[in-house]
């Protein structure tokens, strides 16, 4: 899935949860050694997508500690981005000269609910959304939109919702956050949908 939205300079990897054995790094797992199990299965899912991805770039050793602000450290001269949710999960990394940032987020359909909408979104948003008949999906874009912006960004600490900005498009959209602009693209597959933001 996420091969359709990678951009030249970007490398990708995606991967269903099948059950399939996953290896951690050592220097990875000490960041879950006293984690449960569903958290330990989901970081080594991330770890693993960003592993492939990083391969392409000439780093597939590295260990991709966890940094203060729980963002993953990338090697250095590389950026990236990990998500997870149920049964899924993927990354996005690149050389650091190729982009300012990279942002990478994937949801299930169905926890956006309309009740939530005046506090994610600003007007135009809900505007955009109000009398589709996909607007669960288009919903569930929206936020994982301002999520990958919000990783792209880099930005730190508790942040409304409604301050970053999303323009949707065909297959793509666009974001802003104070006068910053962010490019992006989506894929929608069933009930996952996947974003990707960069600048
Ligand atoms: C940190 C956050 C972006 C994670 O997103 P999420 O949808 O909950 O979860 P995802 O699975 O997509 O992403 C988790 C991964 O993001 C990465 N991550 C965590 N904190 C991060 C940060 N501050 N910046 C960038 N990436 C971060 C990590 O790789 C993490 O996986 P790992 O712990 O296994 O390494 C989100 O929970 C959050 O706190 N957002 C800020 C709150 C807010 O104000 N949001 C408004 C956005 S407009």
Redesign the pocket.
Known sequence: MIAELLQPGMSGADLCDTGQALALHPGEDIHVARAAEKRRR??AL??TCARAALASLGHGEAAIA?GE????VWPQDILG?????SLYAAAVASEARRFAGL?I???RVGGVTPKLWPRLFNAAEQAQLSGRADADVAATLLFSA??A???AM???G????R??AIDLGEGGFTAEHVGKRLSGRFAVAGNLVLTLAWL
């Open positions: 989901d970081f991330g770890r966890i602000d729980g963002a993953p981005s990990i998500t997870h949710t942002g987020d994937a949801e301002k999520e912006a919000f990783k880099r930005l730190r508790a942040l409304a919702f301050d970053i």
